[in-house]
């Protein structure tokens, strides 16, 4: 198998990663189903993902700005998740979990372009933010954008969300990958395609954080766009796939 296509996913990732302090799994997972099967993705995804988060908590300017009490209570919160979204991934067919990753990438890119800067969460919502980051986590690779609607709307800077996404993202990947491997589910093959793609991971991330240092709002509403259409498209597949085995 060429490593052009799956090696440029994870760069592009990278870069998003770099701006946003989680998007890796947001535009990896979608794209990478093009090469990979639903179960190797999420894999991969929770692998990548603590390893981009280090590159940027040791970014200049990131460093200290974690909120220690908001990645505390999402990090506990998702803990109650992860061993649902386990039984997704294990037993439910892989289009149910990709039609699910669509859904999350549209519901984050409504909220990112209409909803972003302009609603207040208040403390409470948390706990189900929490929960449903876990229970994403391991199910679709994707924790990110339920918890980053929280994160966003608690209203703090723009370094703080960063850093405090990416700490709660990378932790919640290694709970998760955790997890999944007791269950025997991570195998040779798989962390083989991680060592493959790791490089590209990292070099993107370098380059997200680099542009994002000169912070271009127009890539940001581009890529909420983006991962829009790749949500229409991803949520699409899955149900052309499961409505055909019904009728078929």
Do not use: K
């Not at 703080?160 to 093959?189: E, K, P």
């Not at 994002?212 to 766009?225: G, I, P, Q």
């Amino acid at each position: 198998m060429t490593l052009v296509l799956p090696v440029a996913i994870v760069f592009l990732a990278g870069i998003l990663t770099g701006v946003t302090g989680f998007g890796f799994s947001v535009l990896s997972v979608p794209l990478l189903l093009l090469v990979f099967q639903p179960h190797e993705v999420v894999v991969i995804a929770l692998c990548l993902v603590p390893v981009t988060s280090a590159v940027l908590l040791l970014a200049p300017g990131l460093r200290g700005q974690v909120r220690q009490r908001t990645f505390g209570a999402l990090t506990a919160f998702s803990v109650v998740g992860l061993p649902v979204g386990i039984l997704l991934f294990e037993h439910f067919d892989p289009m149910w979990v990709t039609g699910l990753m669509g859904l999350v990438l549209l519901g984050y890119a409504a909220y990112g372009l209409v909803g972003a800067g302009t609603i207040e969460v208040r403390r409470h919502w948390v706990a189900p933010s929490g929960i449903l980051g876990g229970i994403l986590a391991t199910s679709t690779g994707l924790s990110g954008p339920a918890v980053a609607m929280y994160v966003h709307g608690r209203q703090v800077s723009a370094r703080q969300q960063t850093a405090t996404m990416s700490a709660y993202v990378g932790a919640i990947s290694v709970l998760g990958l955790g997890l999944l491997a007791l269950r025997g589910a991570v195998s040779g093959d798989d962390l083989q395609h991680v060592v493959r793609l790791a490089g590209g991971a990292v070099a993107g991330t370098l380059l997200g954080r680099w542009w994002a240092m000169r912070r271009h709002d127009t890539l940001d509403r581009f890529t909420l766009v983006a991962l829009g259409v790749m949500g229409i498209w991803t949520l699409g597949r899955s149900v052309m796939w499961l409505t055909r085995g019904a009728w078929g």
